[in-house]
T-cell receptor
Framework: AQKVTQAQTEISVVEKEDVTLDCVYETRDTTYYLFWYKQPPSGELVFLIR??????QNEISGRYSWNFQKSTSSFNFTITASQVVDSAVYFCALSPPDKLIFGTGTRLQVFP | DVKVTQSSRYLVKRTGEKVFLECVQD?????MFWYRQDPGLGLRLIYF???????EKGDIPEGYSVSREKKERFSLILESASTNQTSMYLC????????????FGQGTRLTVV
């Protein structure tokens, strides 16, 4: 079975706090891609990052970083020094060869 | 600017009506998808298509059908709308199967009364 689990339904933090969004996936495919998307209050999903199954290097982009660990089937997303503009629903997604499967999302609220 | 455009932002339909949701992309993408988004359930895949006139069932195809007569257009059809199909519907497209990021439309909020 192919599945993405985002166990955190909602997270609230105060500005400047660091926050980690968890993502655990299941697949039997050896080749697959993992993604993170952001859905701000306006509603349109925005792509953040893609990682293929052969590349376990962590990635940092500004205040965002991603930790991919095949051993635990996890692809976690950390926001450092969170800001109010980070408030959104974040989705993790898995792409085996033919589909794009999403988790249930984590709503992040950052308070000033 | 690349775009995925859904024909309506909001729709209200009556139970039993046949409903068409249209999606057009201008990026020459091969793959197109229809999802529905419900609170607490995330995005669930209804149907997808990786070529013109090709379609594949997703995880929740019951009550829906699709049409892809041209590469740029992917239509979702509710044959006989029911109240449990009230939802946000999202269309997406990707360039390469499984490998590239998806581009999403702005969504259609459908209410069936």
């Amino acid at each position: 079975a192919q599945k993405v689990t985002q166990a955190q339904t909602e997270i609230s933090v105060v500005e400047k706090e660091d926050v980690t969004l968890d993502c655990v996936y299941e697949t039997r495919d050896t080749t697959y891609y993992l993604f993170w998307y952001k859905q701000p209050p306006s509603g349109e999903l925005v792509f953040l990052i893609r990682r293929n199954s052969f590349d376990e290097q962590n990635e940092i982009s500004g205040r965002y970083s991603w930790n991919f660990q095949k051993s635990t089937s996890s692809f976690n997303f950390t926001i450092t020094a969170s800001q109010v503009v980070d408030s959104a629903v974040y989705f993790c997604a898995l792409s085996p060869p033919d589909k794009l499967i999403f988790g249930t999302g984590t709503r992040l609220q950052v308070f000033p | 600017d690349v775009k995925v455009t859904q024909s309506s932002r909001y729709l209200v339909k009556r139970t039993g009506e046949k409903v068409f949701l249209e999606c057009v992309q201008d990026m020459d993408h091969e793959n197109m998808f229809w999802y529905r988004q419900d609170p607490g359930l995330g995005l669930r895949l209804i149907y997808f298509s990786y070529d013109v006139k090709m379609k594949e069932k997703g995880d929740i195809p019951e009550g829906y059908s699709v049409s892809r007569e041209k590469k740029e257009r992917f239509s979702l059809i509710l044959e006989s709308a029911s109240t449990n199909q009230t939802s946000m519907y999202l269309c997406a497209s990707t360039l390469e199967q499984g490998r590239t990021e998806a581009f999403f439309g702005q969504g259609t909020r459908l209410t069936v009364v």
